[in-house]
């Protein structure tokens, strides 16, 4: 959950609510691929409900996310096909972004094209540091542990978690009264 509220904390109450509007709610069934290692990507997705695993080739299961993790940000950025297969386990929900839509609001507000592109390179970045300690030799930790380690948070994040957090729920109440596709 902690993910998502790096994106929210930097996005304003606008940017969430064009989100909820432009967003398909989309139910996911157990073993449904969302994104297949190799293949490109059309939607950028926010878990609302349910855990999804990511698998690497030559690797397996690397990860398992949960409710407000966020799936195909790194195609996103770059336009290169998914590095990962990510597979819903069990039922879920999520919010389905097409990336063409995002693109075309990125291009007609700049504002919400800076607070985006903030959001995300603080998000890589977690993600990225988190993959670095987890690697470290004689870390015993697997790819899969998503847990806040000493000092994670800059403190300039952490005063925008809790509004972060409001936000995600307000989606979370928006989304999940109206029917899923």
């Not at 096909?81 to 972004?97: H, I, Q, R, S």
């Not at 607070?115 to 603080?122: D, E, N, P, S, V």
């Not at 998000?123 to 930790?141: C, E, I, M, S």
Request: no cysteine.
């Amino acid at each position: 959950m902690r993910k998502v509220l790096y994106i929210f904390g930097q996005l304003s109450d606008e940017d969430i609510e064009w989100m909820s509007r432009a967003g398909r709610r989309q139910r996911t069934l157990d073993g449904q691929v969302l994104l297949r290692e190799g293949e490109q990507v059309s939607h950028l997705f926010i878990m609302l409900e349910g855990v999804v695993t990511v698998a690497v080739s030559g690797l397996g299961v690397v990860a398992e996310l949960g409710s407000g993790e966020v799936i195909g940000e790194m195609s996103f950025v770059d336009s290169a096909p998914a590095a990962a297969t990510v597979t819903a386990v069990g039922g879920g929900t999520v919010l389905a972004l097409d990336k063409r839509d995002v693109a075309q609001r990125l291009r007609a507000e700049p504002g919400f094209a800076g607070r985006f592109y903030k959001a995300l390179a603080i998000f890589l970045a977690d993600r990225l540091r988190g993959t670095v300690d987890r690697l470290k030799p004689g870390d015993t930790n697997s790819l899969a542990r998503d847990e806040i380690m000493e000092d994670e948070l800059d403190p300039g994040i952490v005063d925008q978690v809790s509004l972060a957090g409001v936000r995600f729920e307000r989606m979370l109440k928006t989304l999940l009264g109206a029917p899923a596709v």
